[in-house]
């Protein structure tokens, strides 16, 4: 277990780079299913919420001393979900219509993943050893189930059932119980698999990965079906894919590593921008499909349109503090 959470580490405060770039990083950015508003967070002590329209910061919510790693928009309220590799912020709901903050009961740490539901009653939450939690909405637990020996570093929801998958060094597939339903290697050596998210028609899953844990090498994504089908491999990308995220109509696949990367649903590249140091970590797409925006690990936020065109850099000099209760 030991050399898995190393690597998790260093994957997640990049300890191989330089301090500096570790307090800037922005490891999550979302887009609110209404188009509303973009959520981001990482190192900078603060989870930020800018407008979906004018791209202007409008609230800044503190969030100190731990790494925020992923956001969660709840698909029909006005709640965000929120989730920190520490055992004192842990994971909690934020509901923006009062700005006050919802406790998840029992949860004594946390890692990397969370996700709603579709219906949005559940929300999925790992913890920093092997586990999932499933919480209902008021915060209460629901159950608990192993979900990765090695750690659960990506998960994601049945568009359309309570089932969930998870990733780590395999793929396990569980309804909201924790029975299990399958599990399965990617690839004969093992792997570091670091994201992952159903396809909207719900007959398979897109895996980002790592590459093999050994010497981080042939890094892919894959897609899956829940049966451990695999249907197609995709290659390109110098770093790991960090994060993916399919369009709303499920045509488009946009993944983050060394570069912003669109794939159709057969694999084919549509669009890239430019290789960079100044590797992607959060991705997403706005409830339309015309833009996609992106994190990265120097603080940067992008707006790009479908064909990975910069449109904008989001600014932090508006800011303001809102006194959460």
Same mark, same amino acid.
């Not at 919802?102 to 920093?128: C, F, P, Q, T």
């Not at 790009?304 to 006194?323: F, G, Q, R």
């Given at each position: 277990?030991?050399?898995?959470?190393?690597?998790?580490?260093?994957?997640?405060?990049?300890?191989?780079?330089?301090?500096?770039?570790?307090?800037?990083?922005?490891?999550?950015?979302?887009?609110?299913?209404?188009?509303?508003?973009?959520?981001?967070?990482?190192?900078?002590?603060?989870?930020?919420?800018?407008?979906?329209?004018?791209?202007?910061?409008?609230?800044?919510?503190?969030?100190?001393?731990?790494?925020?790693?992923?956001?969660?928009?709840?698909?029909?309220?006005?709640?965000?979900?929120?989730?920190?590799?520490?055992?004192?912020?842990?994971?909690?709901?934020?509901?923006?219509?009062?700005?006050?903050?919802?406790?998840? %009961? +029992?949860?004594?740490?946390?890692? $990397?993943? #969370?996700? *709603? !539901?579709?219906? @949005?009653?559940? /929300? =999925?939450?790992?913890?920093?050893?092997?586990?999932?939690?499933?919480?209902?909405?008021?915060?209460?637990?629901?159950?608990?189930?192993?979900?990765?020996?090695?750690?659960?570093?990506?998960?994601?929801?049945?568009?359309?059932?309570?089932?969930?998958?998870?990733?780590?060094?395999?793929?396990?597939?569980?309804?909201?119980?924790?029975?299990?339903?399958?599990?399965?290697?990617?690839?004969?050596?093992?792997?570091?698999?670091?994201?992952?998210?159903?396809?909207?028609?719900?007959?398979?899953?897109?895996?980002?990965?790592?590459?093999?844990?050994?010497?981080?090498?042939?890094?892919?994504?894959?897609?899956?079906?829940?049966?451990?089908?695999?249907?197609?491999?995709? %290659? +390109?990308?110098?770093?790991?894919? $960090?994060? #993916?995220? *399919? !369009?709303?109509? @499920?045509?488009? /696949? =946009?993944?983050?590593?060394?570069?912003?990367?669109?794939?159709?649903?057969?694999?084919?590249?549509?669009?890239?921008?430019?290789?960079?140091?100044?590797?992607?970590?959060?991705?997403?797409?706005?409830?339309?499909?015309?833009?996609?925006?992106?994190?990265?690990?120097?603080?940067?936020?992008?707006?790009?349109?479908?064909?990975?065109?910069?449109?904008?850099?989001?600014?932090?000099?508006?800011?303001?503090?809102?006194?959460?209760?």
């Amino acid at each position: 277990m030991i050399r898995y959470f190393i690597l998790i580490l260093l994957l997640s405060s990049n300890l191989y780079g330089q301090r500096k770039e570790y307090k800037k990083t922005l490891w999550t950015v979302a887009w609110s299913p209404d188009g509303k508003y973009i959520a981001t967070g990482g190192n900078q002590d603060a989870l930020k919420l800018f407008d979906g329209n004018t791209f202007e910061l409008i609230r800044t919510y503190p969030v100190q001393g731990v790494q925020l790693s992923r956001l969660k928009w709840h698909p029909f309220q006005n709640k965000l979900a929120v989730i920190t590799q520490s055992s004192t912020f842990k994971a909690k709901i934020l509901n923006l219509d009062d700005d006050t903050w919802i406790d998840l %009961k +029992g949860l004594k740490s946390s890692m $990397r993943a #969370l996700d *709603w !539901n579709y219906n @949005g009653a559940l /929300l =999925a939450v790992s913890e920093l050893e092997d586990f999932v939690s499933i919480f209902n909405i008021e915060g209460h637990r629901i159950s608990r189930f192993r979900g990765d020996e090695k750690g659960v570093t990506g998960l994601d929801w049945h568009p359309k059932k309570n089932i969930v998958v998870t990733v780590g060094t395999e793929v396990g597939v569980f309804n909201h119980m924790g029975d299990t339903l399958k599990r399965f290697r990617t690839r004969v050596k093992e792997p570091f698999l670091l994201c992952i998210e159903w396809h909207k028609s719900g007959k398979f899953f897109a895996v980002g990965d790592y590459g093999d844990l050994e010497k981080a090498e042939n890094k892919l994504v894959e897609f899956w079906t829940i049966k451990g089908e695999k249907l197609m491999q995709i %290659k +390109g990308s110098i770093a790991e894919y $960090r994060n #993916l995220r *399919w !369009n709303a109509k @499920g045509t488009k /696949l =946009a993944t983050a590593s060394d570069a912003l990367r669109i794939w159709s649903k057969k694999g084919k590249l549509l669009a890239e921008t430019e290789s960079t140091d100044d590797y992607l970590w959060g991705v997403d797409w706005s409830p339309d499909g015309k833009y996609i925006v992106t994190s990265s690990r120097n603080g940067t936020i992008v707006i790009w349109n479908k064909k990975a065109i910069k449109i904008k850099e989001l600014k932090y000099e508006s800011e303001i503090v809102e006194n959460t209760r």
